[in-house]
Nanobody, 119 residues
Framework: QVQLVESGGGLVQAGGSLRLSCAAS????????LGWFRQAPGKEREFVAA????????NYADSVKGRFTIFRDNGKNTVYLQMNSLKPEDTAVYYC????????????WGQGTQVTVSS
């Protein structure tokens, strides 16, 4: 199993920036990809961004393209989500999750970190 711990959430004004971290431990050799998701109150969880663990290729939700960047620290089992030009609609609990293969679902999840963007 893979254990994930998110950090870096907080309160920021619109237009500001935050960097979230997701530290992976345990059976990290089985990680194929890591994704960030978010869930706002009263809404369903939605995909934000993902990175292939080895190749580091990335993809993003349209709502965050050009504003968010996902990257992995070389030599560390940590993935970051750099969030710039934040908007009030980015307010949500952010979760990271991993999956063991392209055709597999995300099966390891962190506890989440709250991001609040004030207008």
């Amino acid at each position: 199993q893979v254990q994930l711990v998110e950090s870096g959430g907080g309160l920021v004004q619109a237009g500001g920036s935050l960097r979230l971290s997701c530290a992976a431990s345990g059976r990290t050799f089985r990680i194929y990809g890591l994704g960030w998701f978010r869930q706002a109150p009263g809404k369903e969880r939605e995909f934000v961004a993902a990175i292939r663990w080895s190749e580091r290729s990335t993809n993003y939700a349209d709502s965050v393209k050009g504003r968010f960047t996902i990257f992995r620290d070389n030599g560390k089992n940590t993935v970051y989500l750099q969030m710039n030009s934040l908007k009030p609609e980015d307010t949500a609990v952010y979760y990271c999750a991993t999956r063991p293969g392209r055709d597999y679902t995300y099966d390891s999840w962190g506890q989440g970190t709250q991001v609040t963007v004030s207008s």
